[in-house]
């Protein structure tokens, strides 16, 4: 037993260094398990929250079935786009107006052709002429870019300004501009 007393008195400052650094070992790692438990009872509360305590098989059935109704809804979406987009291809989208003075005696440029045309080319040219005792309004129609009657060069102008989407230079870019698009 004497032997032991001497073993002590001699390490005795070692082994108390030895347990303080253990004990801080244990203290640090102890904290580092709390932290990783609280990180994972707040990852489980958010997992169950509104489930009235039920079990977690029943709430990842619950998300599952939230998760297949979702993907019903946005292919519902996707048809609906495609009607829409399909419809759309029948609105007008492009439209070319050229304003001009269709009478050398008169003044300002008050006569008028618009074409109003589908994603296909077809629509319209409307014509707009502006007399002193008289306007007159006519319409053409359009086919694939094309009208089977005459076209004035005013009206040969917007049906091209209509066909490069263009009004007078200025690039149509819908009712939206690029910095409010993002």
Known sequence: ?????????????YFILGSFLLNLLL????????TTT??????????V?????????S???????????AQVEVEKVHKRLDIINNRMSFCIQKV??????AFADMGSDLSYSYALLDENNNGMIITGIYGRSETVTYA????DGKSNYSLSVEELQALQRAKENTIDTL??????????LG
């Open 96 to 101: 070319g107006m050229v304003r001009y003075n």
């Open 27 to 34: 203290v640090l790692l102890l904290i580092i398990y709390n």
């Open 49 to 57: 929250k509104g489930t009235d305590g039920k079990n977690i098989e």
């Open 59 to 69: 709430v990842l059935m619950q998300h599952i079935e939230k998760v297949e109704e």
């Open 38 to 47: 609280s990180n994972l009872k707040d990852k489980y509360k958010r997992l």
């Open 1 to 13: 037993m004497q032997w032991v007393l001497t073993f002590v008195e001699m390490y005795g400052t």
């Open 171 to 180: 690039e149509l870019q819908g009712f939206r501009s690029k910095k409010e």
């Open 140 to 143: 053409k129609p359009v086919k």
